[in-house]
């Protein structure tokens, strides 16, 4: 027998053939009767509108399938059989395909279609006419036999299981993550101090409470009782610290533990190979932890739910060396476990029920490719995924789907794109070549034809939304005349160096081609690009990138200093910007403590960077996603990951 409940999907054939699952990008499954070799059997689906009928079903499978037999020259002959009964009550549609195999034989393809929702299954048995005329009731039962079952993917039933396609983390080590995918993985499977509820309010997590002094620099917590890893070792102050200085230790390399816990006072000795510890961080007891920090400020708690601040197992950690988190079972701390991870197809998260406040939700399942042949949303529409992300070019389309419209939800997102200039190089360190740049690009056509309005234009660095934001900004405007007289201006004039944008080895995606084909167009200035391998480009682009390079930046925490300070101040190691004023600007909101007066400093600080051209904001994106009626609770966090803490699902209806 073979059963897929992936697909959901069963039906016997003879023992003795072999069987090979997922053969190729389109056949999912392929069998061969080693004693007659020319003997085979095919599985592959298709995906239809639910209500297409079986025997339009079936035109479709057999044009498919002969296909390469016309461009081969032959002249197949089809025969529709009708209709026949499967083993679950469902009825199937046949038809016999047969051409000349050359020397007076003849080969015979029979193909049956039956259907669940989306899906089509389409079963095809080749024989030579001969061989299937003397095992035609051997064939009758093969494709009878087929039955649907309720899906299962990777042996969760799917009613215990959120299905969505959330990608593979780069690195699971909490003091390495750097991008939105890992940082959803490891805020899942480990836990800090504090961390976000469903508002990015910052709550307790495994500190029970905490108390700050008159100072604002010193920060107790107690730890809760009774909090484990998830093998069973309790967790104690002692490995918070000790969780703290690994992350900033030097040989580690992290440039994720500076921006996020270089306020703690000792952190940058201890970066720089000065201290063997850090001073700020001291174990008072087993349950108290206390963190002093340089200055008061007032987002230090919001930064301690980022990932770098997770407490690992020591015992792991050691015994494993660097590569500890790619062990099978991974020893976290959060309120799920690492259930299954295979590269490339799937990760499973499953609930830890002995975290201090258990989940609703029991399993996650991210699949990291579609069925062959199918899209994601054959994927949610077949019912066998949850939830999917739409992009930009199918909102149209599934806004005026009859069933995708009622299931589409639209999430705002803390997240600007840009260009970065290199301020530091000519010829970008003029500001009039910066602003002839930025002047240069129509950015709202860019919005409107390239991203197809599927997210809303920049005018400044901030998105809406985040405190701080302010719709009175004076943005870059679109003025090809006015980049033409800028550029004549400025100290090149016409005489500019080459100039090198960084792009992914994949290729030039369209938005810098449209920026590119702008730059030459109305300044005849050419720009080239220089591909990076990728994982340098997603890990370590502020290294090798030249002159200009696009960059996005999803909030970590909802606070102008998360972007402002922390991307582009220029005491920064990978700087591009420089700029005193800016600095000092960012400088004084760091410490301020009166919350208006600190916003107002931001937005001078963001209004002097628009003014001096310090970046082209290009958009802030949005998440569209189709989600199925029985999961309550989705909601996508403003900082780019959905919270799974928030999931609850309902009874499946059939």
């Known amino acids: 027998m073979f059963e897929d409940p992936e697909i959901g999907i069963r039906f016997d054939y003879p023992e003795w053939w072999e069987a090979n699952k997922q053969a190729s990008q389109f056949v999912w499954m392929r069998a061969i009767d080693p004693m007659n070799p020319d003997s085979r059997l095919l599985l592959f689906t298709l995906f239809h509108d639910v209500d297409t009928p079986l025997s339009d079903r079936l035109e479709d499978a057999v044009e498919i399938f002969i296909r390469e037999e016309v461009a081969d020259g032959l002249s197949p002959e089809v025969e529709v059989v009708g209709t026949a009964a499967l083993a679950d009550g469902t009825e199937a549609e046949r038809a016999n395909i047969s051409h000349s195999g050359g020397q007076d034989t003849v080969v015979l393809h029979r193909v049956q279609v039956s259907a669940r929702e989306t899906f089509t299954y389409v079963l095809v048995l080749s024989a030579y006419a001969d061989e299937a005329q003397r095992f035609g009731r051997t064939f009758d039962t093969i494709l009878s036999s087929l039955e649907t079952i309720?899906?299962?993917?990777?042996?969760?039933?799917?009613?215990?299981?959120f299905i969505m396609l959330l990608g593979?983390?780069?690195?699971?080590?909490?003091?390495?993550?750097?991008?939105?995918?890992?940082?959803?993985?490891?805020?899942?499977?480990?836990?800090?101090?504090?961390?976000?509820?469903?508002?990015?309010?910052?709550?307790?997590?495994?500190?029970?409470?905490?108390?700050?002094?008159?100072?604002?620099?010193?920060?107790?917590?107690?730890?809760?009782?009774?909090?484990?890893?998830?093998?069973?070792?309790?967790?104690?102050?002692?490995?918070?610290k000790y969780s703290i200085e690994r992350a900033s230790d030097p040989e580690l390399h992290s440039d994720t533990v500076p921006l996020y816990l270089g306020d703690i006072v000792g952190m940058h000795e201890k970066l720089e190979g000065e201290a063997g510890e850090v001073a700020g961080v001291e174990v008072v007891d087993e349950l108290t932890l206390r963190i002093t920090i340089d200055a008061p400020k007032e987002y230090f708690l919001a930064k301690l739910t980022y990932p770098a601040s997770s407490v690992v197992d020591r015992v792991a950690v050691e015994a494993l060396g660097q590569d500890w988190w790619m062990e099978d079972r991974i020893n976290g701390s959060g309120p799920y476990q690492m259930r299954e991870w295979q590269q490339g197809r799937v990760v499973v998260l499953e609930r830890y029920r002995g975290y201090h406040t258990p989940v609703e939700l029991e399993y996650l399942v991210s699949p990291l490719r579609t069925l062959p042949g199918a899209s994601l949303l054959d994927m949610y529409l077949g019912e066998a995924w949850d939830a999917v992300f739409v992009r930009a070019r199918s909102l149209d389309f599934v806004r005026e789907h009859p069933l995708l419209s009622q299931?589409?939800?639209?999430?705002?997102?803390?997240?600007?794109?840009?260009?970065?200039?290199?301020?530091t190089r000519s010829p970008f360190d003029d500001p009039k070549v910066r602003r002839a740049f930025a002047m240069a690009v129509d950015r709202e056509r860019l919005v409107e034809e390239v991203l197809e309005g599927g997210v809303k234009l920049a005018n400044g660095l901030l998105p809406p939304g985040i405190p701080g934001y302010h719709t009175s900004l004076r943005g870059i405007p679109y003025d090809p005349e006015m980049a033409r007289q800028l550029l004549g201006e400025s100290r090149y004039g016409d005489n500019l160096p080459e100039i090198i944008y960084t792009v992914p080895r994949g290729g030039t995606n369209s938005i810098v081609r449209f920026m590119i084909d702008a730059w030459e167009e109305v300044l005849g200035v050419e720009v080239k690009t220089e591909p990076v391998p990728d994982d340098e480009y997603f890990y370590g682009l502020e290294a090798v990138a030249e002159h200009l390079y696009s960059y996005g930046w999803v909030a970590d925490y909802p606070d102008p200093e998360n972007f402002l300070d922390l991307l582009l101040h220029s005491s920064?190691?990978?700087?591009?910007?420089?700029?005193?004023?800016?600095?000092?600007?960012?400088?004084?909101?760091?410490t301020e403590r009166d919350w208006d007066v600190r916003l107002g400093l931001y937005q001078q600080a963001e209004q002097l960077l628009m003014d001096d051209a310090g970046i082209i904001p290009l958009y802030h994106r949005q998440d569209f996603v189709v989600v199925r009626p029985h999961v309550e609770g989705f909601r996508m966090l403003p900082i780019g990951q959905p919270?799974?803490?928030?999931?609850?699902?309902?009874?499946?209806?059939?």
């Open 150 to 161: 309720e899906p299962a993917i990777y042996g969760i039933p799917h009613d215990r299981a």
């Open 168 to 240: 593979e983390p780069q690195t699971m080590d909490p003091a390495l993550v750097r991008e939105t995918t890992s940082h959803l993985f490891v805020s899942n499977v480990f836990s800090g101090l504090v961390r976000f509820d469903s508002f990015l309010r910052v709550i307790p997590d495994l500190a029970e409470s905490w108390e700050v002094d008159e100072t604002g620099t010193i920060y107790t917590f107690t730890l809760r009782r009774g909090i484990y890893f998830h093998e069973g070792r309790t967790i104690t102050a002692h490995d918070f």
């Open 407 to 423: 299931d589409l939800q639209e999430f705002d997102q803390f997240t600007s794109s840009f260009v970065v200039m290199d301020t």
């Open 643 to 654: 919270d799974l803490t928030g999931i609850k699902l309902n009874p499946i209806e059939q």
């Open 572 to 590: 920064r190691h990978d700087a591009r910007y420089i700029n005193e004023e800016f600095d000092n600007l960012v400088e004084q909101a760091r």
